[in-house]
């Protein structure tokens, strides 16, 4: 597609905040009003658009699409999202560890331990470890209490949550990033432990290289987007 606009802008509405081509306002992929909270979040879209060439480049509106889905599919079911973040709660990776005589768990202590702790006092909650696959059911106090952390949080936090934890494989990890505002780099480590690990002891290959470097990518804009509509 061809660049058909001359000026970017953003704009303040009673809604919130909007990115304007020549004046008009974008709208969502599925045709709504492209508001965003923040001004911090609508100079991030606006910088999208600004960096197009003659042709517009799709892939390059990682930020852009993150509001569409917050608008598109978050806001008209919010309870449907925060039960996929719930399942996340669930099966969280940094609950499943190796067994204790495994060079491995000493890795999984070193790096999940203190964030699953960690999260345990800020929630008043337990969470249930297990070393091997076997599903551990987490207690129903833990799994409400997360509920009523994410049912406070705003359609475009949740959007992100949703990159994130899918990324993580965890709740533990993406509540960090937006409650303590941890590295990103190191948060996508830490979920990625047990891949690492087995790169380190056999050698990672380009591809899987590649798509580690894309998914760290893909986490660290996650983080910086939920960062900008949290204010």
């Known amino acids: 597609m061809k660049k058909f606009w001359k000026e970017v802008s953003v704009q303040q509405s009673d809604a919130g905040w909007q990115v304007t081509l020549d004046g008009r306002g974008i709208k969502t992929q599925r045709g709504g009003q492209q508001v965003v909270p923040t001004q911090a979040c609508a100079q991030m879209l606006a910088k999208e658009w600004a960096a197009q060439g003659d042709e517009v480049d799709p892939k ?3 930020f852009r699409d993150m509001a569409d889905f917050a608008i598109d599919m978050v806001r008209p079911d919010r309870d449907g999202t925060i039960a996929k973040l719930l399942s996340y709660a669930d099966t969280d990776t940094l609950t ?5 005589d495994e060079p491995l ?3 999984q ?11 345990e006092k800020r929630h008043d909650v337990s969470v249930q470890r297990v070393s091997g696959i076997i599903h551990a059911q987490q207690p129903e106090k833990t799994m409400q209490s997360v509920r009523e952390r994410l049912e406070q949080e705003d359609d475009f936090t ?18 960090a990033v937006i409650d303590d505002e941890a590295d990103s780099e190191a948060m996508f480590a830490a979920a990625n432990a047990e891949e690492d690990w087995q790169a380190e002891l056999w050698g990672w290959d380009a591809q899987a290289e590649q798509a580690r470097k894309a998914r760290l990518e893909a986490f660290a804009s996650a983080a910086q987007f939920a960062k900008a509509v949290r204010g």
């Open 105 to 107: 768990y000493q890795r």
């Open 96 to 100: 499943y560890r190796a067994k204790p």
């Open 158 to 175: 949740l959007a992100a949550l949703m990159t994130l934890a899918s990324l993580a494989a965890s709740i533990v990890v993406p509540l």
């Open 60 to 62: 390059s509106f990682i």
């Open 109 to 119: 202590e070193q790096m999940w331990e203190p964030l699953v702790t960690a999260f």
